[in-house]
């Protein structure tokens, strides 16, 4: 009986790093200072290197750094917001908390990112108060372009940078695009902590000084609230450690995920099953999602053979029964490829043979 093959596993990878993990919690443990310390500084300015910007702020989550990143670039309740529908509500969720409107834009087929041209429509036709960019599966969107259009109209750009630590085009990094990157260190991301966590970077120091005081209540001193709209919402002290321990590894991470999505779109030849190709330095392979008509079919094929499968993501934003907006429409692509996508195990430390029998599986469907 051979073992299945997980959608990913973290004990692997984090075993290669155990006593930096274990050499770094103590150090906290120790020192007796929890929260907005030495370590969250110090994996600030060192995340901030590494994306080739001025600033990152330590935030609680992903979801937080996109909420507090609208916030900081002055987004209000009832402006819109331009996102896409196809990338787990996330940015949803937090157009939602600021009691913002997303304005849904239909996506490329092959690149699931945002459409340039489905925006231009956008805001020839209405009101955008800022746009969030989402890297979907380790991709970068069509980011140059995005900013290049809405920067003469003064809209901020913010990327959701979620699912692309790293991913780079002509020597630039992931959230140093646009106004804002927004990041989440949740486990499974490919630099991910051992909880939850997050970031904003910016290149724009007022924008970094009104994050810092959003994060903390809106202080800007000790118990002195100068700025509405504040939160508790801290990177805590034992993760930012943590996280400054792994992230020197992380473009050999990154390197090894793309080496197996590499493999996938090579060896997989099946003609009724789309795999994705282009895995250069701006595709960082968080997530290896293939397209297929019989998705129900491949799954249960899969199962059969011991293979773990996923959906990212099941339901469009504009679908989600809290939310549900039947008056949206334009999402023909996006609605299309959410009955199409399912994601095969891409992970740090995959075995050979794993990777070869996710391929003989496809393969054999
Ligand atoms: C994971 C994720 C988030 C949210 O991060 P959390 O830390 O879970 O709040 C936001 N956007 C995308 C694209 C994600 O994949």
């Not at 050499?23 to 590494?50: D, K, M, P, Q």
């Not at 908390?97 to 340039?116: F, N, Q, R």
């Not at 106004?179 to 724009?204: E, H, I, R």
């Not at 469009?316 to 095969?344: C, F, K, N, W």
Request: aromatic share 6%.
């Amino acid at each position: 009986m051979t073992a299945r093959v997980p959608l990913n596993d973290l004990v692997r990878q984090n075993k290669l790093v155990h006593d930096e993990l274990v050499a770094s919690a103590r150090r906290v443990i120790e020192r007796g200072w929890y929260v907005l310390g030495s370590e969250t500084a110090g994996f600030e300015t060192a995340f901030a290197n590494y994306c080739g910007v001025s600033h990152a702020v330590g935030v609680a989550n992903g979801t937080d750094a996109l909420e507090l990143a609208m916030r900081a670039a002055g987004v209000d309740e009832g402006d819109g917001v331009a996102t896409v529908a196809n990338a787990g509500f996330y940015a949803g969720t937090s157009i939602h908390a600021i009691g913002a409107k997303p304005l849904y834009v239909d996506v490329d087929a092959e690149t699931h990112s945002m459409s340039v041209d489905a925006l231009k429509r956008l805001l020839g036709r209405q009101a955008v108060r800022a746009v969030i960019a989402t890297h979907l599966y380790g991709r970068l969107a069509r980011i140059e372009t995005i900013t290049a259009i809405c920067k003469p109209l003064g809209i901020p750009v913010i990327e959701d940078c979620a699912q692309a630590h790293g991913a780079s085009r002509d020597g630039r990094k992931a959230g140093s695009f646009g106004m804002a990157g927004c990041f989440s260190f949740y486990p499974t991301k490919n630099l991910g902590a051992l909880g939850d966590g997050g970031a904003v970077t910016t290149d724009d120091a007022v924008m970094a000084e009104r994050l810092r005081e959003l994060r903390q209540y809106g202080w800007s001193k000790k118990y002195q609230v100068s700025r509405a709209g504040g939160r508790n919402s801290r990177l805590d002290e034992l993760q930012a450690a943590l996280l400054l321990a792994k992230l020197p590894h992380l473009d050999r991470w990154n390197d090894d995920r793309r080496k197996i999505a590499r493999r996938y779109s090579e060896e997989i030849k099946n003609p009724r099953i789309k795999c994705p190709t282009d895995f250069g330095t701006d595709n960082v392979a968080h997530l290896f999602v293939v397209l297929c008509e019989d998705r129900e079919d491949l799954r249960r094929h899969l199962d059969k053979h011991g293979i773990s499968s996923d959906i990212h993501y099941p339901i469009s934003d504009h679908q989600q029964p809290a939310y549900m907006d039947s008056s949206v429409d334009g999402l023909a692509v996006t609605e299309r490829l959410a009955r199409q996508i399912v994601t095969i195990p891409c992970f740090n430390e995959m075995e050979e043979e794993e990777i070869s029998r996710v391929v003989a599986a496809l393969n054999g469907w």
